[in-house]
């Protein structure tokens, strides 16, 4: 039982009409999205919510001269989309000059983008949903387990267009699933998940079995005393502590001085030596790891990029305006971030570390000073103390004060393989090793499990 | 909950007797929306669910505006004007809930929704272990509007942007300020629930958050500062925006950016916190409202949000706080975010003891949740953030009483021999059971002698909630209770989205760890 599919062609094309025969000196930007997002959520064992939604949304920019607005619409009939772009312009007519503001882009060359579409995962009904997610919830018999859990799926369809001829279109789905048990004691918890675009590559079974296998050895944690300790880091924990560091490579923020990657004295840090040569981040495109779309929200073409390349930092994110201003070449907002796997297995992570500790994933992470990137958070679902090489047992959690530079500069090893990580927007899609750190700030107990 | 066709007929018989006279204030905030096409798609939607096999339906309409203004030094950084509507169709079929969503509201999606809600509630019941039950609730026909002098829908974006600007001017007049930020928001929530069960509410609320950064930059050390305006979002007109000191405070706040710049790093210690309203309303929000939520208590967030230190086994018995603190919710207080008629399964709102001279007495529920403590009625806390979200339990304004002795800032100072006094929200972050907290704010002032003595920086503190709440030894009194709150409380998966707001007086809190949150020359 699937709604017509909306005409996005049809609706771009009426609103750059609209906008030329409405402000015929004016130019216009569009953006449409139509998208099918569903889901289902169990906790203790059962169902709880479950919907299917359908949306389509189109966004229009409009710029008199130095004057710019933009106005949104789910409603994509001719009427709906005229007064959705008459709005776009009143309010640019009477807002204040922009001296940033930039002219809409022309056609753009793409790069060869990774297939992101599958067609199985974005016809999932309500039964197979049910299917999955009563075996990511199969508890083995005597399991004194709860299990809570969110499986979602997405298709989406995205069309670009401006007054100056750029056309862009591109298709994507996405599912993801993730488990957490809790022991019935309430003195364990255990998590585990699994993303990609095409839903038939998750492996439901496993991620349970992950989960409540965490929270059976997490269940009832010994003390560990709070101090700096040589941390073993898996891949959700990498990632999260990594976007704050992500967050802050705009080459703006940096030249402005309101950034870590912002030089003493003026200037940025490009061509610094920040971190060891282990150390490689990047966007490629067209990486099957990473199916994106290959242009940013402006349409502009997004082009393979070496953020840090060996430890040394190599590009900053520059916007349109700023590249314009200081003679760059505008990177855009990457949609894909790789962090450059090792040499390591997980079991040789492990290796060596005389006390260390294992940690699962972390939970409200938050600023704490822009200036060195130091961010506090808490571990969370399954910490364990390493002891000559091997894992021996479960431990409380930690409220930590740690930076993202700090994470990297310390790191000693980390896994070959790396892992698509969750994130709260699908528009970003990140993956990242698991890895080894030192001197990782475990500044306080918490007594949460 | 039997849905019989008596009871569909009374739901949309009901319609036709609404006084007109309740509605029609409400004609301008449903846009495109007109009473036959709205009647007929409710009609439709009951019936199709009703006729798939449905126990129980409703449906709610949705149209959401959203404005917002961003400018950036001496310029205009983004307009935007957005709108969305839509009908999402909730039913109950096998004892399970199914949800379903569509942008178009016409007679056609709102029947397709509606089978597909039962759809999914069918597929998903072999996976229940009890039905959803709902406690009971009188079906009420009534509307609800965000009392206000200045839609600010309607006040023209030169107001609007002249105001911010003006602002920004004076900032940047302060020597030292290098740049600064200052923004509005409005949002407009239209929605109509109507119910199987033949509720039919119609609300319009109106919430609007301006705001403004001043940025301070020291371009030898590379170091910088930023202080952002004390101002809380809320639920009412421009009319707050107007009335407000914002404009002239502005030369204080970009001084305050400054000023913080030149300050001393924080000490670290056990220091005695005195906590205004500008800051202490987010530290209630995490660790008073966060862990009252029942669904969290007993698992249902264990995924995302995490669960929650109180316990159901705590209810009634556990001393959160100090014997003179009492928190209550409500969905009543004027001006209050969270505040409206009637929540999103139609109960109407109320105010309750969440902790009564210090004792945990209370949760938020839903009709859903009420039963599942035993208790007869819900507290009214469902909401969805628009058309395709589901409703669940999110937080009521939740705040603390002010105290009986008339007491002030002032005296809070002059009672207090070591101590720092903290103004504004900063970083904040809590532990998924809500115990192990870290706070920072906007502005920091070492206090000695019963004085304040010069300003700091670099400070947060960490507690434990029940330990925080029972070191506090001074309650201001009701002259000095403020609001403040928030847009943008997340919970649920997908993540939704709920305002909220708190009120407390200034307090003080006795022996708190305070850290040093800077790395500079070595600390932290």
Same mark, same amino acid.
């Given at each position: ?10 609706? $771009? ?16 930007? @569009? ?10 959520r ?6 709880t919510s479950s919907g299917d939604v359908?949306? !389509? &949304? ?57 297939? !992101? ?12 949903? !049910? ?44 599912? &993801? ?31 349970? !079995? @992950? ?19 040589? @941390? ?73 990029? &070496? ?129 080894? &750190?030192?001197?990782?700030? $475990? ?7 | 909950m039997e849905l019989t066709r008596r009871r569909v007929l009374k739901g949309t018989g009901a319609l036709a007797g609404l006084a007109l006279a309740s509605r029609a204030g409400l004609a301008?905030a449903r846009g495109?929306l007109t009473d036959p096409l709205l009647e007929e798609v409710i009609g439709r939607a009951l019936s199709a669910a009703k006729k798939a096999g449905a126990t129980y339906a409703d449906i709610r309409i949705v149209r959401r505006r959203?404005?917002?203004?961003? /400018? ?12 969305s509507y839509g009908l999402g169709v909730r039913v109950i079929a096998d004892g399970a809930w199914g949800f379903s969503a569509a942008s178009?509201v016409a007679p056609?999606a709102a029947e397709?929704a509606a089978q597909l809600a039962v759809?999914i509630a069918?597929?998903n ?5 009890r039905p959803v039950q709902l406690a009971p609730v009188k079906a009420v026909v009534d509307t609800w509007q965000t009392p ?24 940047? #007049? ?13 949002l407009g929530e239209w929605k109509l629930f109507a119910s199987s069960e033949g509720a039919h509410v119609e609300q319009d609320l109106i919430r ?11 371009? /030898?050390?590379?170091? %910088? ?10 639920q ?8 407000? /000191? ?13 000023? #913080?710049? =030149? ?26 409202g966060?862990?009252t939520e029942l669904d969290?208590?007993l698992?249902y967030e ?11 086994? #705590? ?13 209550y919710a409500d969905k009543t207080t004027p001006?209050g975010l969270a505040t409206c008629g009637y929540d999103d399964d139609g109960v109407k709102t109320q105010k309750w003891?969440v ?7 209370g949760y938020q529920t839903t009709r859903e949740q009420a039963g599942w403590i035993n208790e007869p009625q819900s507290r009214g806390c469902s909401y969805a953030q628009d058309f395709r979200s589901f409703p669940f339990q999110r937080m009521p304004n939740v ?10 800032? =002032? ?25 192990? %907290? ?5 502005? %920091?002032?070492?206090? =000695? ?15 434990? /909630? ?23 409380d997340?919970k649920g998966?997908p993540?939704q989205v709920n305002a909220v707001s ?6 003080? %809190? ?15």
């Open positions: 039982m699937k709604p017509a599919t909306p005409n996005l062609k049809g609706a $771009l094309d009426a609103a750059l009409a609209a906008a030329k025969r409405l402000a015929p000196a004016a130019a216009a930007f @569009v953006r449409l999205e139509s998208r099918r997002d569903a889901n289902l169990f906790a203790r064992n059962e169902v359908d949306e !389509a &949304t189109l966004s229009v920019e409009i710029t008199l001269g130095k004057r710019h607005a933009s106005s949104d619409t789910n409603q994509l009939d001719p009427a709906s989309i005229e007064t959705a772009v008459s709005r776009a312009i009143g309010m640019a007519q009477v807002a204040p000059e922009d001296p940033e503001v930039m002219p809409p882009l022309g056609p753009q060359r793409y790069e060869k983008a990774a297939p !992101a579409y599958d067609a199985a995962t974005a016809s999932v009904d309500a039964a197979a949903r !049910a299917k999955m997610a009563r075996e990511a919830m199969a508890l083995k018999q005597g399991e004194d387990l709860l299990l809570a859990g969110f499986l979602e799926h997405y298709a989406s369809r995205e069309m670009l267009g401006t007054s100056a001829g750029l056309r862009a279109d591109h298709q994507r789905t996405g599912a &993801t699933l993730s488990v957490t048990a809790r022991t019935g004691d309430g003195t364990g918890s255990g998590w585990a998940a699994s993303l990609s675009h095409r839903i038939g590559d998750m492996d439901q079974v496993k991620v349970g !079995a @992950v989960a409540r296998d965490k929270a059976l050895k997490s269940a009832k944690p010994t003390k560990l005393e709070p101090g700096r300790y040589t @941390v073993v880091l898996e891949p959700a924990a990498v990632a999260e502590l990594l976007i704050s560091m992500l967050f802050s490579m705009d080459a703006r923020a940096a030249d402005e001085g309101r950034s870590f990657f912002a030089k003493a004295g003026g200037g940025n840090k490009i061509g610094e030596q920040i971190f060891g040569p282990h150390i490689t981040l990047s966007s490629p495109m067209g990486d099957p790891l990473l199916p994106i779309a290959p242009f940013g929200q402006d349409g502009l073409a997004l082009s393979p990029m &070496t953020w840090i390349d060996k430890g040394t930092v190599k590009a900053l994110a520059y916007s349109r305006y700023w590249a314009q201003k200081q003679g760059k070449t505008p990177t855009g907002i990457p949609r894909g971030v790789l962090l450059a796997g090792g040499t390591a297995t997980t079991e040789e992570l492990f290796k060596g570390v005389k006390k260390g500790v294992l940690i699962t994933r972390f939970w409200y992470s938050r600023p704490l000073d822009p200036q060195t990137l130091l961010v506090t958070g808490l571990t969370r679902d399954g910490v364990f103390l390493i002891e000559d090489g091997a894992v021996t047992r479960p431990v409380n959690n930690f409220r930590w004060n740690e930076s993202p530079i700090q994470m990297l500069k310390n790191a000693d090893a980390m896994t070959k393989e790396t892992y698509r990580a969750p994130l709260p927007s699908d528009f970003l899609t990140i993956r990242v090793p698991a890895l080894r &750190t030192n001197e990782f700030n $475990l500044a306080s107990v918490s007594d949460a499990v | 301008d495109l959203t404005e917002s203004i961003f /400018t950036r030094d001496d310029h205009i950084a983004n307009v935007e004007g957005n709108e178009q056609a397709r759809e069918r597929a019941a072999p996976l229940l272990q206000l002098e200045r839609n600010p829908f309607k006040i023209s974006l030169a107001e609007k942007s002249d105001f911010l600007l003006t602002i920004n001017g004076a900032l940047l #007049k302060v020597p030292g300020i290098k740049h600064c930020f200052s923004s509005f928001q409005g609007i958050r301006p705001a403004y950064t001043a940025t301070a930059i020291d371009a /030898t050390s590379g170091e %910088f500062e930023s202080r952002n305006h004390d101002i809380s979002p809320i009412a007109g421009w009319e707050y925006v107007a009335k407000s /000191t914002m404009l002239a405070d502005a030369p204080r706040i970009g001084e305050e950016a400054v000023q #913080k710049l =030149k300050s001393p790093s924080v000490t670290p210690g056990k220091k005695h916190l005195i906590l205004v309203p500008s800051h202490l309303w987010l530290t209630i929000h995490e660790s008073v966060h862990p969290r208590a698992g264990a995924n995302f949000a995490g669960t929650s230190f109180l316990t159901v086994d #705590k209810l009634s018995k556990f001393q959160f706080a100090a014997p003179h603190l009492s928190f001006t003891d902790v009564r001279n210090g004792k945990f007495v705040s603390l009483e002010p105290g009986s002795k008339d007491l002030g800032v =002032k005296d809070l100072i002059a009672a207090t021999d070591d101590g720092i006094l903290i103004h504004g929200e900063g970083s904040y972050s809590i532990d998924h059971q809500r115990y192990n %907290f870290q706070f920072g704010g906007q502005m %920091f002032y070492e206090v =000695k002698g019963g004085k304040v003595t010069r300003s700091l920086r670099d400070v947060a503190y960490q507690a434990s /909630t029940p330990d925080f709440w029972k070191s506090c030894d001074m309650l201001g009194g009701a002259r000095e209770w403020e609001m403040g709150g928030s847009f943008w997340g998966e993540g708190h009120g407390c007086p200034p307090a003080r %809190f006795a022996q708190i760890n305070v850290l040093n949150t800077s790395r500079r020359k070595g600390r932290g």
